[in-house]
């Protein structure tokens, strides 16, 4: 398969994340019961507003670097698209049988853009579907599938790192998410992206095989 079409074949296999995506908002109630992960330390964590800027900004961020990943190397793309579904998978799962509530959320009393920017997150994202964190565990991904990356641009890899930490933060300081929802989800990734890394090389890259070398022959 030529270059276009692995392209092209990564782009339609990357449309399989919004699809899994549209059983998110089905998850996210609190009618199976709910079980609550926050500490004191996730007490003492301030609210920061302006955080909300990254974590608007996911959604933005995420498609603009899965399309780069299909454009710039197809097999690295493969496998982040992959692990991305089978973490939506996993967190699905986890989200129907171990539902949590997130902390509880500040009232928020200002009237500038970014009190109001938080102020409707508030309002069209309810408080569940936390544990694993999909923003944490998408976000530190890109973090992930760029560690072994073939190409050197360390302008880009910096950007993925800075944008996804700042992404992971914000999930804290705007009381979103809790401690054990970020370890858990980093804990997620790296299962996944390792055991991809094992069926990719085991199953989809052709072995070599090594013909046996042939013995002279001695004349006398």
């Known amino acids: ?3 276009k079409w692995k392209i092209v074949w990564m ?26 992960l926050i500490t004191s330390l996730d007490n003492a964590i301030p609210v920061v507003k302006w955080f909300v800027i990254p974590y608007v900004a996911w959604v933005g961020y995420l498609t603009i670097t899965l399309i780069y990943l299909c454009f710039k190397d197809s097999t690295l793309a493969f496998k982040t698209i992959l692990v991305f579904d089978l973490g939506l998978l996993s ?17 928020i009393t ?11 997150v508030y309002q069209i ?8 964190s999909i923003h ?16 050197k641009n360390g302008w880009i890899k910096w950007g993925i ?22 370890f858990a989800s ?21 072995k070599q095989t090594i013909k046996p070398v042939a013995k002279n022959s001695l004349s006398v």
């Open 1 to 3: 398969m030529n270059k």
């Open 11 to 36: 782009l339609c296999f990357l449309s399989s994340i919004p699809a899994m995506m549209l059983v998110y908002p089905y998850l996210n109630t609190p009618t199976r019961g709910v079980h609550t």
């Open 91 to 107: 967190c699905f799962i986890i989200y129907y049988f171990y539902q949590t509530v997130g902390p509880v959320r500040p009232e």
């Open 110 to 120: 200002g009237n500038d853009l970014i009190s109001r920017l938080l102020k409707y």
């Open 125 to 132: 994202d309810q408080p569940y579907n936390c544990f694993p």
């Open 136 to 151: 944490v565990m998408s976000s530190y991904l890109m973090i992930r599938a760029i560690r072994n990356c073939s190409w």
């Open 161 to 182: 790192r800075s944008l996804s930490t700042s992404i992971i933060l914000a999930t804290l300081f705007i009381k979103q998410h809790v401690l054990m929802d970020v």
């Open 186 to 206: 980093i804990i997620l990734v790296e299962c996944l992206f390792k055991m991809v890394d094992v069926v990719h090389g085991c199953l989809l890259v052709p």
